[in-house]
């Protein structure tokens, strides 16, 4: 994920004057993100949807993303209050940006074209979801080879 945010953005964050906040910035918390929300986020989510072109990854997985991307900028990305933690700050992330990806995908199947170049580029980073039966046979058939060596 730090490789593909763009520089002004890791400068700001590993700057002094930097004090935390939401890094994922919607209107509401309950209705589907709008084009223009996802391309204000546009630098959030571009690294998501190439990492998982054909799926909207889980909000833990996400968190997982977050805290990891907190580490390698030297724990700068979050900055917990008193009585957060930055678990929960990553985890808030996680979901606000898993219900983004769910938006793009939604966009994707149901127009084409985009009025903003950034949303048209994350999704142009998407792929179908495989069929629901062939993951689940993949995996079992592994599971089969396992056990029989």
Same mark, same amino acid.
């Given at each position: ?9 890791? =400068?700001? @964050?590993? #700057?002094?004057? %930097? ?6 910035? +919607? !209107?509401?918390?309950?209705? $589907? ?20 072109? =054909?799926? @909207?990854? #889980?909000?833990? %997985? ?6 990891? +991307? !907190?580490?390698?900028?030297? $724990? ?41 170049? $950034? ?31």
């Amino acid at each position: 994920m730090l490789e593909h945010l763009p520089v002004t953005v890791i =400068s700001l @964050v590993q #700057s002094d004057t %930097y004090t935390g906040g939401d890094l994922i910035l +919607l !209107d509401s918390a309950v209705a $589907r993100p709008s084009a223009e929300e996802l391309a204000n986020n546009y630098c959030w989510l571009k690294p998501i949807v190439m990492d998982s072109p =054909s799926k @909207v990854p #889980s909000g833990y %997985y996400l968190t997982d993303a977050f805290l990891r +991307l !907190d580490a390698k900028l030297n $724990r700068k990305l979050f900055r917990p209050k008193q009585g957060e933690s930055r678990m929960f700050l990553a985890g808030r992330e996680g979901v606000k940006a898993k219900r983004c990806v769910g938006a793009i995908r939604y966009l994707w199947r149901n127009s084409h074209g985009a009025h903003d170049a $950034r949303v048209l580029d994350l999704k142009q980073c998407l792929s179908p979801s495989p069929p629901r039966g062939v993951e689940a046979r993949s995996k079992n058939m592994l599971r089969l080879a396992w056990l029989k060596v």
